[in-house]
């Protein structure tokens, strides 16, 4: 739990240089065996969702971390990024009021991304 937590930490600071938006932390790791936590993050337009992406790839990477899968980075209306512990969802934001995974995983436990600095 403790590389889950490193690796959000990463993440967001990650879409934070790159002006991602209305940043959201999951804790499912107590109704999910897929991840400890989903982070929820919107760009306003395609490059920017993909430059969030490019970034927290960057900058996981570097920490040794690397993704077990990237689903949806030539659309970027919705990108995945699967890295096992953590799973970033990077949306454009009409595509995020859409699917809106926060309702969806309601059942967990949102986190303030304060606790992670």
């Known amino acids: 739990m403790e590389q889950a937590r490193e690796m959000v930490k990463l993440a967001i600071h990650a879409m934070e240089?790159?002006?991602?938006?209305d940043i959201c932390i999951i804790d499912i790791h107590e109704v999910s065996?897929?991840?400890d936590y989903f982070i929820?993050?919107?760009?306003?337009n395609a490059n920017q969702v993909q430059?969030?992406?490019d970034n927290v790839?960057?900058?996981?990477?570097?920490?040794?971390?690397?993704?077990?899968?990237i689903e949806g980075y030539r659309s970027a209306n919705w990108i995945l990024m699967d890295y096992g512990d953590i799973i970033v969802h990077v949306f454009c934001r009409e595509d995020r009021l859409f699917y809106d995974l926060e309702r969806i995983w309601r059942d967990g436990k949102?986190?303030?991304?304060?606790?992670?600095?």
């Open 51 to 53: 430059a969030m992406t």
């Open 40 to 44: 929820i993050a919107s760009g306003s």
């Open 17 to 21: 240089e790159k002006k991602g938006e």
């Open 110 to 117: 949102v986190v303030d991304a304060e606790e992670f600095r």
């Open 57 to 69: 790839e960057e900058i996981l990477g570097k920490a040794g971390y690397t993704p077990r899968q």
């Open 33 to 35: 065996v897929l991840a």
